[in-house]
């Protein structure tokens, strides 16, 4: 994902669903592959299907779509959750002191806990490398402000290929 990982940031504009589809089918092209089986996790599973509806990418055999993020919030969340992303994103702010605190020992081990995991020390050592990285966490932040899943849920019918949804506590 744009502006994720170590990757150079982006601005918060690049952080829709149809650019980082764009880009990601940039990649795929760079890489002259092709791949038989697109597999998402979260926001890799809309990505995934926005690369197959635009036909950005050749034909695969499936996707496959890991605790996918494919549906918009509903009800009160449908407009409190990008509201409030939208705000955390906007000063850059919120992304310096989650990155700051992030950094702190256990911090990012206590999160990560929290979920169920039980990461290796070297694991646990680059997840917090990771959540420390301001750039990493504004284009988080700018994602979630930015992405609109309602437009994708109105052509997921358009969709003809096998697309397994794989869901997990």
């Not at 009800?75 to 955390?88: C, K, N, S, V």
């Amino acid at each position: 994902l744009p502006g994720h990982g170590f990757s150079e940031p982006v601005s918060s504009d690049q952080m829709t669903l149809d650019v980082i589809a764009s880009r990601a089918a940039e990649l795929i092209e760079a890489l002259e592959v092709t791949p038989e089986v697109l597999i998402g996790h979260s926001a890799g599973a809309s990505i995934a299907a926005q690369l197959v509806l635009d036909r950005r990418i050749a034909r695969p055999r499936g996707i496959i779509a890991i605790n996918g993020a494919l549906l918009p919030f509903s009800g009160a969340a449908a407009w409190l959750y990008p509201a409030a992303a939208w705000l955390l994103s906007a000063s850059g702010i919120p992304a310096r002191l989650f990155a700051r605190r992030a950094a702190e020992e256990g911090t990012t081990e206590r999160v990560i806990a929290s979920t169920g995991s039980r990461p290796s020390p070297q694991v646990s050592k680059f997840y917090r490398r990771l959540f420390s990285s301001e750039t990493h966490v504004q284009a988080a932040l700018d994602m979630m402000s930015r992405w609109d899943l309602a437009h994708l849920v109105g052509r997921m019918s358009q969709l003809d290929l096998p697309f397994h949804l794989i869901a997990c506590s």
